[in-house]
Nanobody, 124 residues
Framework: QVQLKESGGGLVQAGQSLRLSCIND????????IAWFRQAPGKEREFVGS????????YSSGSTSDRYTVSRDNARDTAYLQIIGLKPDDTAIYYC?????????????????WGQGTQVTVSS
């Protein structure tokens, strides 16, 4: 069973960094690809990046691609989203999502499980 849980969000100043974490509160992330999405107020949920179980990563082609890094530690059953150089435009709820044995995972409609999200607020 899968119950995703994100952590690591908060209120930060522009230019700082954050590392968000995603775990399965009911067990393991083994064999699951993990994708990160974000949703800003009044906007649609958008893909940020993903990592397969074997560590293949994919990123959005948008403006976040050079500041966002997705990774995972299978020994700790944890996936991460590192964000550097935070900007006020990065303010959003960040979600992790899981898809079993996916080699590619970049669409919200493909997600089998979602976390509740963690709020990231960046002040200028």
């Amino acid at each position: 069973q899968v119950q995703l849980k994100e952590s690591g969000g908060g209120l930060v100043q522009a230019g700082q960094s954050l590392r968000l974490s995603c775990i399965n509160d009911k067990g393991s992330l083994e064999h699951y690809a993990i994708a990160w999405f974000r949703q800003a107020p009044g906007k649609e949920r958008e893909f940020v990046g993903s990592v397969t179980y074997v560590g293949i990563t994919e990123y959005s082609s948008g403006s976040t691609s050079d500041r966002y890094t997705v990774s995972r530690d299978n020994a700790r059953d944890t996936a991460y989203l590192q964000i550097i150089g935070l900007k006020p435009d990065d303010t959003a709820i960040y979600y992790c999502a899981a898809k079993y044995w996916a080699l590619k995972f970049n669409r919200a409609a493909e997600a089998e499980y979602w976390g509740q999200g963690t709020q990231v607020t960046v002040s200028s």
